[in-house]
């Protein structure tokens, strides 16, 4: 019976940058005495957006690493796609917590996070064709 124990370590790592990024949100309110919205305060807006961009990709993504993870595929292919989503999330926060405009760190996590998503995606394909 699969366990999914490395998805697993993903999910709580992810989950801890998560927690990360929602408190810097909560600090960046009331340095500015904003309760809702981001009142135009730029620091803000790009905090908003990286917890956002996290939001939209991390669950899907974790939810094809588990979808992997159970197939059986290799751990070493497991611990490679959740090691990369991470840097490529991580890196893309800071560079866009950072910088407005394109940065590096926001460059490579764009690029790790849909390098990761369309190799996860080629291989849960894959797994779907060679079980016809």
Do not use: C, D
Not at 29 to 51: F, S
Not at 118 to 128: C, D, E, K, M, V
């Amino acid at each position: 019976m699969a366990t999914l124990t490395i998805t697993s370590l993903f999910a709580g790592i992810l989950a801890l940058i998560y927690v990360v990024l929602s408190v810097r949100i909560i600090q960046l309110r009331w340095r500015h005495r904003v309760g809702i919205g981001t009142n135009k305060v730029e620091e803000l807006q790009r905090a908003v957006r990286a917890h956002g961009n996290f939001i939209e990709y991390v669950p899907l993504m974790l939810l094809m690493l588990a979808l992997i993870e159970f197939s059986g595929v290799g751990s070493a292919w497991i611990y490679s796609l959740g090691g990369a989503l991470t840097i490529a999330r991580i890196a893309h926060a800071a560079g866009l917590s950072s910088n407005a405009g394109v940065s590096w760190p926001r460059t490579v996590g764009v690029l790790g996070t849909f390098s990761v998503l369309l190799l996860q995606a080629g291989i849960l394909i894959g797994i779907f064709v060679g079980q016809l």
